[in-house]
Structure formats: C-alpha cells, structure tokens
C-alpha cells in the first residue's frame, strides 16, 4: 500500500497497519469534502443579485453552486 503514495505520505504512514491507513486516509479526505461543501454553501447563501445586473446571470451562478453540491 504504502509502494502507491508520494514520499511525504510514506514517511507518515510507515508505522501504521493497512487498516489504520485507510482509516486515516478516509478521515483526510473526508475532512476536504466537508470544507469544500462548506466553502460552496457560504458563497450561495452570501451571494447575492447585482442591482441592475441580468437575472439570467445570476440563475446560472446559482445553479452552478447546487451543482458543486452534487
């Protein structure tokens, strides 16, 4: 397992079994998708429409951050 991971990720993990790995793997990444979902949320609810702008401008900026949700 550790063969597949940079050299910074080897080091980190060499002590560790494969199970604990994938634990701590999984809880990292985990962490990012949260954060990135958090990031997204912030931004549609913070974003709002420009007086005089168009709507269909705004429409589509909005429906691209409930994409990224996905």
């Not at 199970?19 to 974003?47: A, G, P, V």
């Amino acid at each position: 397992m550790l063969a597949n991971m940079s050299p910074e990720s080897q080091k980190q993990h060499e002590n560790m079994d494969a199970h604990i790995i994938i634990i701590h793997l999984k809880d990292l990444f985990d962490m990012s998708s949260k954060i990135e979902s958090y990031e997204t949320f912030k931004e549609l609810f913070c974003f709002m429409m420009i007086t005089n702008s168009s709507i269909n401008t705004y429409i589509l900026k909005i429906i691209d951050c409930i994409e990224k949700l996905r």
